[in-house]
């Protein structure tokens, strides 16, 4: 079955690390977007990706970075600069950033700073 | 740019209660509208959508009706459950130059 998959579902840290979430999508999508959702909050833009080799800041990129080396990855990286990681991350994919189509999300990660 | 207002939850009814969930938007061109709802611990989940003008998307006896004269896109379920509970988002796309736009989200709560 197609779709988007988040590893892991559930993440500690320990403050001053640097950490890695995962995501992985089948769908042929050429955007690829993370989100951060805080409890109880909306969702906020970290960066998005148009297509491989090429990624944006999004609304709230201090202190993650991002890389797109192939079409279905899209790894977020939250580093120690990041001052308040703590929060559910989603990440999604459409078939383009700037279409008329709605966004496929992966089941998120939980991560925590311990 | 694109904007997308909803009503403010947390929303608690009884169930079979009929529900009604506010969306309103401003965007350029013309936007596709969505509803997305995110069960607890989970990611979004596309619930429905609209991609024209007076078009009504439904599913799971949920629907909500692309009204371009008013701006809005109101959800709306005759007889909730329980397993219904979650947090709905509203959100539209276009082609206009402008990305995927959501709102910030209600909470609805169905008590037995």
Known sequence: DGGITQSPKYLFRKEGQNVTLSCEQNLNHDAMYWYRQDPGQGLRLIYYSQIVNDFQKGDIAEGYSVSREKKESFPLTVTSAQKNPTAFYLCASSIGVYMNTEAFFGQGTRLTVV | ?112
């Not at chain 2, 619930?47 to 371009?68: H, P, Q, V």
């Not at chain 2, 329980?82 to 959501?102: P, Q, R």
Request: with cysteine; proline share 4%.
């Open chain 2, 1 to 112: 740019g694109n904007s997308v207002t909803q009503m403010e939850g947390p929303v608690t009814l009884s169930e079979e209660a009929f529900l009604t969930i506010n969306c309103t938007y401003t965007a350029t061109g013309y936007p596709s509208l969505f509803w997305y709802v995110q069960y607890p611990g989970e990611g979004l989940q596309l619930l429905l959508k609209a991609t024209k003008a007076d078009d009504k998307g439904s599913n799971k006896g949920f629907e909500a009706t692309y009204r371009k004269e008013t701006t809005s896109f109101h959800l709306e379920k005759g007889s909730v459950q329980v397993s219904d509970s979650a947090v709905y988002f509203c959100a539209l796309s276009n082609n206009a130059g402008n990305m995927l736009t959501f709102g910030g989200g209600t909470r609805l709560m169905v008590k037995p």
